[in-house]
C-alpha cells in the first residue's frame, strides 16, 4: 500500500466550510476527492518521490478542474446548451467507440485488402516514415554462454544454411532472438531492448552491432533499411489506412450497422414499430 503526504485543502463556496472527514483529501462544494482515489490514480511501479510528486500534481489538477468548473457555473447562463452538448458529444463517442470495436471484430465490416492497397497506392508519397525501419536479427545471450562464438560467426551471415545452423546449434540459451529479415520493423522497438547508445544516423544496410553491457551481449545485424522520410511500408501505414478509410466510410459504414442492428432488435423483439 502506498503512502503518501496529503495536504488538506477545504474550498467551498461559503464562509462555514464543513470539516474534511479523514479519509477526504480535498472538497470542493458537493464533492470530495478521498486518498483512494489519488491512490488509484497514481500509477503502479513508481518510486516513493515520483508518486508523492505524481500524487500532488494529480490533486492540484483536480483541484483546479473543479475550481474552474464551479466558478464558470456562477457566470454561464445557457447551461442547458452546454448539457445539451455534452450529451451529444457522448453519444458521438460511444457510437465512435462502437464502429472502432465491430469493424475490428467483424472482417464483413471493415474495408478490403483491394480498398486499402488502392489508397495506399494513392497517398503513398504522403505517408512518410518518422522512424527508421529495419530488416535483421536481434540477439541477446550472457556473455559467459559458450556458444556466444558459434553465434558471432553466424548471425550476421546471409546464407539460409548458416542460419539454420544459428537457431539448432547457437541459440539454446539465448536471453532474446528477433528475426526480422522478412518484415519491416520501427527502430524503437529494437534500440529499447539494447542498454547502449546507438545513433540512428549510423544506420545503413549491412550495420552489425556487438556489445557487453553488465554480464550480457548484444548482437543486431541490419540486413535492410528504410531511413526517415522513406515510404511507409504498407503494413506499416495499414493502421493509418484503416482510420482514414473508415473515416471518409463513416456513413456508409452507420447505414451497415445501423440496418444489422435494425434486423437483429426486430428478430429478437427488444424493438417493434408500427409505422404508418
Not at 34 to 62: C, H, M, Q, Y
Not at 147 to 169: F, G, H, P
Not at 203 to 213: A, M, P
Not at 219 to 246: H, K, N, Q, T, Y
Request: with cysteine; charged share 25%.
Amino acid at each position: 500500500m502506498r503512502k503518501f503526504l496529503f495536504l488538506s485543502l477545504v474550498l467551498v463556496g461559503c464562509s462555514h466550510a464543513p470539516e474534511l472527514s479523514d479519509d477526504a483529501v480535498a472538497l470542493i462544494g458537493t464533492e470530495t476527492l478521498t486518498k483512494a482515489d489519488v491512490a488509484r490514480a497514481v500509477p503502479a511501479g513508481l518510486s516513493e518521490a515520483d508518486s508523492i510528486a505524481f500524487a500532488d500534481a494529480w490533486v492540484n489538477a483536480w483541484v483546479n478542474d473543479r475550481l474552474l468548473e464551479t466558478e464558470a457555473t456562477r457566470y454561464l447562463r445557457n447551461l442547458d446548451d452546454i448539457e445539451r452538448r455534452v450529451a451529444d458529444y457522448r453519444r458521438n463517442l460511444i457510437a465512435w467507440e462502437y464502429r472502432r470495436l465491430a469493424v475490428a471484430t467483424d472482417p464483413e465490416l471493415a474495408p478490403t485488402d483491394s480498398a486499402m492497397h488502392a489508397y495506399y497506392d494513392a497517398n503513398a508519397a504522403s505517408m512518410r516514415l518518422d522512424e527508421p525501419m529495419l530488416r535483421g536479427i536481434y540477439i541477446k545471450m550472457e556473455t559467459s554462454d559458450p556458444a556466444l562464438k558459434t553465434v558471432r560467426s553466424l548471425y550476421r551471415s546471409t546464407r539460409q544454411s548458416d542460419i539454420d545452423r544459428l537457431e539448432k546449434v547457437g541459440l539454446n540459451g539465448a536471453v532474446h532472438y528477433d528475426y526480422f529479415r522478412d518484415q519491416w520493423i520501427p527502430w524503437e522497438r529494437i534500440v529499447s531492448k539494447i542498454p547502449y547508445e546507438i545513433d540512428p544516423s549510423q544506420l545503413r544496410k549491412g550495420f552489425s552491432l556487438d556489445v557487453d553491457v553488465n554480464g550480457f551481449t548484444y548482437l543486431l545485424s541490419v540486413s535492410d533499411l528504410l531511413p526517415v522520410g522513406a515510404p511507409m511500408p504498407f503494413e506499416a501505414a495499414r493502421p493509418r489506412i484503416l482510420s482514414a478509410l473508415e473515416t471518409a466510410n463513416v456513413a456508409a459504414l452507420d447505414a451497415r450497422l445501423l440496418q444489422r442492428l435494425r434486423s437483429e432488435a426486430l428478430k429478437s423483439g427488444r424493438l417493434k414499430l408500427n409505422l404508418l
